[in-house]
């Protein structure tokens, strides 16, 4: 038996560091570096941790899915450029896996057809297409829909949060789990990926006021704040302040609309009282539209915006919008 099947046997029990298993193969640092990268990108082994503690293994997730892919007849160049797109698995482990390789992973988690899959998967991505215009999705439609009276001129999300079948978008999954695990790079690529789209719609509509929805839990790394200071914007930025609440209600909590109505309501305050040509509002996700809804109104009720509010989400609800059934 050779050092990488020693290896593969050995962690197929075992989760372990370098020094671990170079105490168990008998051999240097330096070659069990070498042989564990060959192992990784191979797909046979997985790798957890940062320095200094990183340790491998063999999972069942990793195991199924090299099998798999292995096996796997490949699809139309269309529908795999697709999906190696817009698709992302972040694995129970936290393994992140783009594109192809993630959408096998989770075809075999859920034991399904792997093309028959892929193909529904390129025609559902394709479906919500039809709703992106130079590269936005129009959330007007839904508001003017859930609200009878709407403060906002313009509502656009960057992609929705998440589709039927196959959950959570890219943008939806990075979005929650770079909140959720405060995961700074995480962070920063969303930010990256989104920084375009800002630029475009403060071009387009003659922005000079930018506001930050402000976050509700308290975390030692909000992303709200790490947009604004990483996007770095030349226009002026209008305070919004989350008041203190004796409890403190977040919005996904609120299950009717007049409540969460109620909570932005009385929880937002616009601190500023210069004058704008037109405003736009930033918010990392737009549920029911009540918070960006809300904030939208006090601008108004403020009288310092002379032109118009647009509203800017990372990701929206795909609830307001029409489904295709034959998909």
């Known amino acids: 038996m050779n050092n990488p099947e020693k ?9 372990a560091t370098v020094n671990e298993i170079a105490d168990f193969i008998g051999i240097s640092r330096q070659a069990i570096h070498r042989i564990l990268n060959n192992l990784i990108n191979d797909g046979k082994i997985s790798k957890v941790g940062k320095p200094p503690r990183v340790y491998y293994s063999v999972s ?31 694995t129970p482990f936290g393994q992140k896996l783009d594109g192809w390789d993630g959408f096998v992973s989770w075809c075999i988690d ?23 215009k130079d590269g936005f999705i129009n ?21 929705f949060y998440s589709i039927e079948i196959f959950g959570k978008t890219k943008l939806g999954q990075m979005l929650l789990f770079a909140k959720q695990s405060q995961d ?55 305070p919004l302040v989350k008041i203190k609440t004796p409890i403190i209600v977040p919005q996904k909590t609120l299950n009717k609309l007049e409540d969460r109505i109620i909570n932005a309501r ?16 930033i918010d990392d996700a737009i549920g029911s539209g009540s918070t960006i809804n809300e904030v939208a109104k006090k601008i ?3 009288q310092i915006c002379k032109g118009k509010i647009i509203a800017l989400a990372i990701t929206g609800s795909v609830k307001g919008f029409d489904v295709i059934s034959e998909v």
């Open 110 to 132: 859920r034991k399904q057809n792997i093309n028959k899959m892929a193909d529904r998967y390129s025609q559902t991505i394709n479906k919500y297409k039809d709703h992106k």
């Open 7 to 15: 290896i593969i046997q050995y962690l197929t029990n075992h989760q």
């Open 184 to 238: 700074k790079i995480l962070m920063n690529q969303i930010i990256d990926s989104i920084k375009s789209s800002v630029l475009r719609v403060i071009k387009k509509y003659n922005i000079d006021g930018v506001a930050f929805i402000p976050p509700t839990v308290k975390r030692e790394h909000q992303l709200m704040k790490q947009i604004q200071k990483r996007l770095n914007l030349d226009t002026k930025i209008i």
């Open 266 to 281: 009385e929880t937002i305050v616009v601190d500023d009282n210069r004058k704008y040509k037109n405003i736009l509002i």
């Open 60 to 90: 069942e997730h990793t195991s199924k899915s090299t099998t798999i892919i292995d096996k796997t007849p490949a699809t139309d160049n269309n529908t795999k450029n697709v999906i190696d797109q817009n698709f992302l698995l972040i």
């Open 139 to 159: 959330g007007m439609v839904k508001m003017t829909g859930t609200f009878s009276d709407v403060a906002l001129d313009e509502v656009f999300y960057i992609d």
């Open 300 to 302: 108004k009720q403020k």
